[in-house]
């Protein structure tokens, strides 16, 4: 991945690195940095769900971790802090069977994740998201 480097006004916000790093410019953000609450969203049937969420404007962003991956990662919370800095809501999650949520790894499938990303995306966000 080649790195790439996100601007406002004039200023560096946010740079994705190489190896997928990002950094967070704290200037851009007057040297605030919030972090958001875990909360679990219970499913019948289903493993809770671990999630962070913001509120805020809309079209929203809604982080989907990569493999391996959890929303405790660096990226997913310098997108987190990029979006508060820009007032949008922002959503991440962690996978059944990955970081906080519930359900054991070894027994989960790629299809069982997207089950968990489209129950996010239909009972967790509100309207458009990114």
Known sequence: MAASV???????????????TAALS????GGIRQKSTVQYASRPDLPKLAYRKV???SP???FLPGFASNMGGQKAEALEEFCRSLGHSYLRFDYTGCG??????????VGSW??????????LVDGPQW
């Open 114 to 123: 997207k089950r968990d990303v489209l129950f996010v995306l239909d009972e």
């Open 26 to 29: 704290p200037k851009c953000l």
């Open 55 to 57: 509120k805020g404007k």
């Open 60 to 62: 929203g962003v809604v």
């Open 100 to 109: 906080a949520s519930e359900g054991v790894g070894a027994e989960c499938t």
């Open 6 to 20: 996100l601007r406002s006004c004039g200023k560096v916000i946010l740079k994705i690195g190489p190896r997928g």
